[in-house]
């Protein structure tokens, strides 16, 4: 089906996905740009819907359904109307709507080897989008995030992401919530924080952790930074003292990998 009219019902109600509060309301989101698309047919999101503009994409649609396993209804969109409904400047002419994953807590039982990461109350699409990355190439269980002010399906968490949005999960929840969650599964947890006299590199790492990071510019709560005795810092010798939270996850998940490998 070909659409050329920016009035089409379709193309109205993917522009209202691009709306927060449309988003949160909807079960589906958008992934725009033929890594995203890609990657997420692959980690086995449904595919409900893909709009590409053949101006701009000059391949074979059906190379990008090739892994689908279900008849997905397909629409071409004339230019005019693609740009219309694309969130990026660059874009690559194709997108699709998927389905949304839920997580709970209760979907991952803990082992030795687990590995979370928990974010409080972060606020940047970029800085999910970061840390996902990171996740993914260092194979970290899953993300928690905590009395969020972000949604994990923001455009520019997908985009930020590079698709790796579709291949870590995330799971939003309370920190009360967590917090019991760690205590029943015997789960060790450190936060990231300042002024603390742990070093990073004196934290144990090495059986099953969730590392806590809060916001560079409030940091965490008092929920996590009662308890002192888990409170760890990475060092910085110059004048800043703090780094962005997408750069201290991907220091401190790394420094897990390093001491999990000399076993």
């Known amino acids: 089906m070909i659409i050329s009219s920016v009035h089409n019902k379709k193309i109205l109600q993917l522009r ?103 974010l409080e109350s972060v606020e940047k699409p970029g800085n999910l989008g970061a840390v996902l990355r990171t996740a993914d190439a260092a194979n970290v269980n899953a993300i928690i995030l905590t009395e969020s002010r972000v949604d994990q399906y923001h455009p520019n968490v997908i985009r930020s992401s590079i698709g790796a949005a579709f291949t870590v999960p995330v799971v939003v929840t309370t920190n009360i919530e967590l917090k019991q969650w760690f205590d029943t599964n015997n789960i060790g947890y450190y936060s990231a924080a300042l002024p603390s006299y742990t070093n990073i590199y004196n934290v144990d790492m090495k059986k099953s952790i969730a590392v806590i990071f809060g916001t560079e510019s409030q940091g965490l709560s008092s929920f996590w930074l009662k308890e002192k005795e888990k409170i760890f810092t990475i060092p910085m010798s110059g004048i800043v003292d703090s780094l962005n939270v997408s750069v201290s996850v991907a220091v401190t998940v790394y420094e897990a990998l390093r001491q999990r490998n000399s076993l």
Do not use: M, Q, W
């Not at 691009?18 to 980690?43: C, M, N, T």
């Not at 629409?75 to 994953?101: I, M, S």
């Open 16 to 118: 209202k996905l691009y709306k927060s509060r449309e988003r949160k309301l909807s079960d589906v989101f958008v992934a725009e740009g033929v890594k995203e698309v890609e990657r997420g047919i692959k980690s086995g999101f449904e595919v409900v819907s893909l709009y590409y503009c053949p101006d701009i994409y000059s391949r074979n649609i059906s190379e990008l359904l090739r892994n689908t396993s279900t008849e997905i209804p397909v629409f071409e969109l004339e230019k005019k109307v693609y740009e219309k409904v694309a969130y990026r400047d660059n874009t690559e002419g194709v997108l699709a709507v998927f389905r949304k994953k839920v997580y709970t807590l209760n979907d991952f039982v803990s082992d030795e080897n687990s590995l979370f990461v928990v």
